[in-house]
């Protein structure tokens, strides 16, 4: 059985146009450095029951190939702070492993998995440290592309996305200051809070 990983996702999103300039965010908090960006293509297959009983839960089960978290993963529904987000090897990229069934078995119960939509997104990711090297959070710049597999819809945005990481501060008040910070800056340069929670709930048009 493939073991998995798990974190907690705790990250903001932002719609915005598509010849914005990304500003700079040192000085913001405890940021002192922004890494050169690095680009990564991103091809996730989504998957769900015909009638979308997992997205209606807002839950997400795909398999995403390239990046560097290549492989089946799993969000679970939103808490206090954060979103619970499991991690499997990739395998064949087309049979969820067995035990990310069982962790949805519950929501899925006598559903079928089958692919409801793919999203393929350019990802351009901006790592900001502190002045000791920590990597408190990072900015993900997407242009992305979707397709309803179900209706065979599609559609075309961008987005920023900021996500903590391993170095942000270890309190909960400190987090949310952190992204307040960057999230004024952020208005400030011509993002807008998202419109849509995801880009799976984007893609199906939820």
Same mark, same amino acid.
């Given at each position: 059985?493939?073991? %998995?990983? &798990?974190?907690?996702?705790?990250?903001?999103?932002?719609?915005?146009?598509?010849?914005?300039?990304?500003?700079?965010?040192?000085?913001?908090?405890?940021?002192?450095?922004? /890494?050169?960006? %690095?680009?990564?293509?991103?091809?996730?297959?989504?998957?769900?029951?015909?009638?979308?009983?997992?997205?209606?839960?807002?839950?997400?089960?795909?398999?995403? !190939?390239? *990046?560097?978290?290549?492989?089946?993963?799993?969000?679970?529904?939103?808490?206090?702070?954060? !979103?619970?987000?499991?991690?499997?090897?990739?395998?064949?990229?087309?049979?969820?492993?067995?035990?990310?069934?069982?962790?949805?078995?519950?929501? #899925?119960?006598?559903?079928? #998995?089958?692919?409801?939509?793919?999203?393929?997104?350019?990802?351009?990711?901006?790592?900001?440290?502190?002045?000791?090297?920590?990597? #408190?959070?990072?900015?993900?710049?997407?242009?992305? !592309? &979707?397709?309803?597999?179900?209706? *065979?819809? /599609?559609?075309?945005?961008?987005?920023?996305?900021?996500?903590?990481?391993?170095?942000?501060?270890?309190? !909960?008040?400190?987090?949310?200051?952190? #992204?307040?910070?960057?999230?004024?800056?952020?208005?400030?340069?011509?993002?807008?809070? &998202?419109? /849509?929670? &995801?880009?799976?709930?984007?893609?199906?048009?939820?």
């Amino acid at each position: 059985m493939a073991k %998995h990983r &798990s974190q907690l996702e705790i990250e903001r999103k932002y719609d915005v146009d598509a010849d914005l300039p990304t500003p700079h965010l040192v000085g913001v908090g405890a940021v002192a450095v922004e /890494s050169e960006p %690095h680009t990564a293509e991103l091809v996730a297959t989504y998957y769900d029951t015909e009638e979308l009983r997992l997205a209606r839960q807002r839950i997400a089960v795909r398999a995403r !190939r390239g *990046g560097s978290d290549e492989g089946w993963h799993v969000k679970l529904p939103p808490g206090e702070e954060g !979103r619970p987000e499991l991690h499997w090897p990739l395998g064949d990229g087309v049979q969820p492993p067995a035990d990310l069934l069982e962790v949805i078995g519950d929501e #899925l119960g006598d559903g079928r #998995l089958v692919p409801v939509a793919r999203v393929t997104n350019v990802r351009d990711t901006t790592v900001l440290t502190d002045a000791a090297g920590f990597e #408190l959070a990072e900015l993900c710049d997407d242009h992305v !592309r &979707s397709e309803n597999l179900r209706t *065979g819809a /599609s559609d075309a945005w961008r987005e920023w996305e900021v996500e903590l990481l391993s170095g942000a501060p270890d309190s !909960r008040e400190r987090r949310t200051a952190l #992204l307040d910070g960057i999230e004024a800056e952020l208005l400030a340069a011509g993002a807008r809070p &998202s419109a /849509s929670s &995801s880009k799976l709930q984007r893609a199906l048009g939820l």
